[in-house]
């Protein structure tokens, strides 16, 4: 991707840190200074950023897997004086950075994914796949630019704090595994936000945008179900075999079914994990994944119950067993606060979108041209703020996880342009993204 001005979007970040903290102790006159030093402050780190940026694609680890990540955002965090704690929540990527002062109140936490996708790109700069290493994973999402967003804005507002004399507590915490929706349940359920007055989220997208009330997106259940059999040489005995791999295409072709009588909004999709070793062998074992979206809990767990109905059915049909069926992860729908959402937007307009160069344009229209898409080049102007969408029109759509912070304490999404609009545009998704990304 371009070269964007990253630092722009940081002062709107930092803009929204400060407002909570220094409502506190400082007038609205001096708290406006503090705001315009504080976007003076962030366009000085340019640099910083970048650097964080480029690092973090140049790991491009999968979920569960980001120590890399972990091993350098953490240590430039505890340099500059936080606290750090691993393997948070029983993950051993995971991790939290605090740092207080005063008393310590308020607790504004500030997260965003880390994680990169499967068969991605790996080549920084060019607009086109090129692959470092053939079906290795990359950042085709974006996820390495949002910890940058938080943390140089963390940076010097924790500056401001200490000088001004400012209480409250700044907590930068990483979306683990968001890809596979598989932390932030874990995070929550840990008691990590229990201490939180509002919580910043922030993710890539092709425009500045914040939201508030029931968001665009679904809710999911990430499953697993495998069956067990018994084994048998297919061409010697294949009569006493029975087959983990039958009762698995039975269950897929039984939810194939079922897709006609399943609501509009649903989104519901499955790999085969494990389908045996060798053809010439019966399959003891078998595992298919699922994953269950709709636009609320309710229904999401309405169609898991009726994939483990199948699952019995499939399992009887074979002569199998089900061995397991494990819930691997999940996304509530996501609802926002709508007093945050509104200062976030209000400084989203404070600061404005980058003044793109000539070159930025003409790498998006070459993208969105390369796409078959129409070219519309990079925003131009902010969109408003957005409420609730309109459930009785919603089409369906991608996820993510958190929606389960969301329901716990204050929260928000801030989504920031780092991508150009184009491929998830058609789809009718105003978040956008490059082509190369997987939104979970």
Avoid: C
């Amino acid at each position: 991707m371009h070269r964007l001005r990253f630092s722009q979007y940081l002062a709107v970040f930092a803009l929204i840190i400060l407002t909570p903290a220094g409502l506190r102790a400082q007038t609205d006159t001096r708290l406006e200074g503090l705001k315009d030093e504080a976007l003076r402050m962030v366009e000085e780190d340019a640099k910083m950023v970048q650097e964080i940026v480029d690092m973090l694609f140049s790991f491009g680890e999968l979920g569960f897997q980001e120590f890399e990540t972990q091993r350098y955002l953490t240590g430039i965090l505890e340099d500059h004086g936080f606290e750090i704690e691993l393997g948070v929540a029983g993950m051993p990527s995971a991790w939290t950075a605090r740092w207080s002062n005063g008393s310590g109140s308020p607790v504004i936490a500030l997260g965003s994914d880390v994680d990169g996708i499967p068969q991605s790109n790996q080549k920084p700069g060019v607009a086109y796949r090129d692959p470092i290493l053939s079906m290795a994973p990359g950042h085709g999402e974006g996820h390495n630019s949002g910890q940058a967003v938080n943390i140089v804005a963390a940076l010097n507002v924790k500056e401001l704090m200490e000088r001004e004399d400012i209480d409250g507590t700044l907590m930068i915490w990483p979306g683990i595994a968001e890809e596979q929706l598989g932390s932030k349940a874990f995070f929550v359920r840990e008691g990590v936000f229990d201490d939180v007055d509002v919580n910043l989220f922030t993710h890539v997208s092709s425009n500045f945008s914040v939201t508030w009330g029931h968001a665009s997106g679904n809710a999911l259940v990430s499953a697993q179900f495998r069956f067990t059999g018994e084994t048998a040489h297919s061409a010697g005995s294949p009569w006493r075999g029975k087959s983990a791999l039958d009762a698995i295409m039975l269950l897929a072709q039984a939810w194939e079914y079922k897709r006609e009588h399943l609501r509009p909004p649903q989104r519901s999709h499955y790999i085969i994990v494990e389908g045996g070793d060798q053809p010439n062998v019966v399959p003891q074992t078998a595992t298919i994944w699922f994953y269950f979206r709709e636009v609320d809990y309710p229904h999401v767990i309405e169609m898991y119950d009726a994939a483990k109905l199948m699952a019995r059915g499939a399992a009887m049909m074979t002569g199998t067993e089900i061995d397991t069926i494990m819930t691997v992860g999940s996304a509530w729908n996501r609802h926002f606060s709508k007093p945050v959402a509104e200062v976030t937007q209000m400084n989203i307009e404070r600061v404005g979108l980058p003044e793109w160069s000539g070159e930025d344009v003409a790498l998006a229209n070459g993208l969105q041209r390369d796409l078959g898409q129409e070219e519309q080049g990079l925003p131009t102007q902010v969109p408003p703020l957005r409420g609730p969408i309109n459930l009785a029109n919603y089409s369906g759509g991608g996820s993510d996880d958190i929606g389960d912070v969301s329901w716990n304490m204050p929260t928000i999404t801030m989504r920031y342009p780092a991508n150009m609009p184009g491929e998830w545009d058609r789809y009718g998704d105003t978040h956008s993204t490059q082509r190369f990304a997987g939104w979970s």
